[in-house]
């Protein structure tokens, strides 16, 4: 029921800058929260970012700072803006978002590949 799509990973050089994005479709809901993942190559998923339809964010502290989540709740979009960027943030990132109505769901994009290298 629930669809996401990423985009805007890429190579960029250390310091560097980027843009993702993901759009969700399907059984959204107004209330709902919305995320940034990764798994980077011999490490587990952990957790980016995260924005709750009304605007609240959480930051992992490596990205603290640097990385900036954003969202517009009339397009089902959620955008990180990643800054400064270093060799250790290279992972694929997915989004995901997060429906509490009756139950609880969680879904997840297919991922976008990010890798910072010079």
């Known amino acids: 029921q629930v669809q996401l799509v990423e985009s805007g990973g890429g190579l960029v050089q250390p310091g560097g800058s980027l843009r993702l994005s993901c759009a969700a479709s399907?059984?959204?809901?107004?209330?709902?929260?919305m995320g940034w993942y990764r798994q980077a190559p011999g490490k587990e998923r952990e957790l980016v970012a995260t924005i709750t339809s009304g605007g609240n964010t959480n930051y992992a502290d490596s990205v603290k700072g640097r990385f900036t989540i954003s969202r517009d709740n009339a397009k089902n979009t959620v955008y990180l803006q990643m800054n400064s960027l270093k060799p250790e943030d290279t992972a694929v990132y997915y989004c995901s978002v997060t429906i509490s109505v009756i139950t609880t769901n969680t879904y997840w994009g297919q991922g976008t590949q990010v890798t910072v290298s010079s």
């Open positions: 399907g059984s959204i809901y107004s209330r709902n929260l």
